[in-house]
């Protein structure tokens, strides 16, 4: 019988590696391969980003000027600049936001910049911009609408019928418009300036209007009568206050507060003096 050598049983009962082991070392070559050729990538890409972007908005602004340029030439140039609707805002602030001189290019002003630009202004609400050719740049303002001031910190502030702020003022200011007082007035007192218009021998008389607890109003007439207001139903309210005033002159001072808050009843509350002077009178 032949004798088996050791080395030939070693090398066929040896153990062959799994499969798996192969692949996966094949696959991590290539992902290391790969992950390699990524940052090279981003090396080399993100200059040339940044430099093509830059080149971009140089081209941009030089192919701009050239046709500017070009139309200046052609005689299409801002010789007029005509504003329609402006009263409270500024010549000046108009033509700053515009930001066009006579003798430039009239392409060079963007009616869709200029409209949000001028919008931003504290009193524009809309603004309409266009390019008449060849040489006119016609604006359609249309402006905010004050209706009261607001008091609040000793500041004033004038409010829109949006009820939004307009811009801060000095006392002295718009003083005829309604003085409102308490956090919340300027979305509300809109609201309450339409009930004021069917009565007015009250608005004529109304100094200051206070919005209590964000629910209602409080009216102040001619600095010292405090009127109390209901919640709902204002317009029924103010209609039994002309009724009070006319047939018992709740307005000439002795009458501090009037409640009238109630549908069914009223509750007045007289001043010191009024007291007095009605005492004096029945002992008279």
């Known amino acids: 019988m032949p004798r088996v050598k050791p080395l030939a049983l070693r090398k066929k009962f040896r153990t062959r590696p799994q499969r798996s082991h192969f692949v996966l070392r094949k696959w991590g070559r290539r992902f290391r391969r790969f992950s390699k050729a990524i940052v090279v990538f981003a090396l080399i890409a993100i200059p040339i980003s940044f430099w093509s972007a830059n080149i971009y908005d140089d081209l941009c602004n030089w192919s701009s000027r050239v046709f500017n340029s070009n139309m200046a030439k052609a005689g299409m140039v801002v010789k007029d600049v005509l504003v329609e609707g402006r009263q409270q805002t500024t010549v000046d602030d108009v033509l700053k936001t515009i930001a066009v001189h006579r003798g430039d290019s009239i392409f060079k002003v963007i009616p869709a910049q200029v409209r949000t630009s001028l919008e931003a202004l504290p009193w524009i609400k809309s603004a309409t911009v266009q390019r008449i050719l060849p040489n006119t740049i016609y604006v359609i303002l249309v402006e905010r609408q004050p209706i009261a001031l607001w008091k609040k910190n000793e500041k004033l502030y004038l409010i829109d019928?949006?009820?939004?702020?307009?811009?801060?003022?000095?006392?002295?200011?718009?003083?005829?418009?309604?003085i409102v007082v308490g956090e919340g007035a300027p979305k509300q007192v809109a609201k309450l300036a339409r009930e004021l218009i069917s009565f007015p021998l009250i608005k004529r008389q109304v100094s200051t209007a206070v919005y209590v607890g964000g629910r209602r109003w409080d009216l102040v007439l001619n600095d010292k009568l405090r009127v109390k207001l209901p919640e709902n139903n204002i317009g029924k309210a103010l209609e039994h206050l002309v009724q009070l005033e006319q047939m018992h002159h709740i307005a000439d001072g002795k009458v501090q507060t009037i409640d009238i808050r109630l549908p069914d009843r009223s509750f007045l509350y007289m001043s010191p003096d009024g007291v007095i002077n009605k005492s004096r009178g029945r002992h008279t």
């Not at 019928?161 to 309604?178: E, H």
């Open 161 to 178: 019928d949006a009820g939004d702020v307009i811009s801060k003022v000095k006392q002295g200011q718009f003083s005829k418009l309604l």
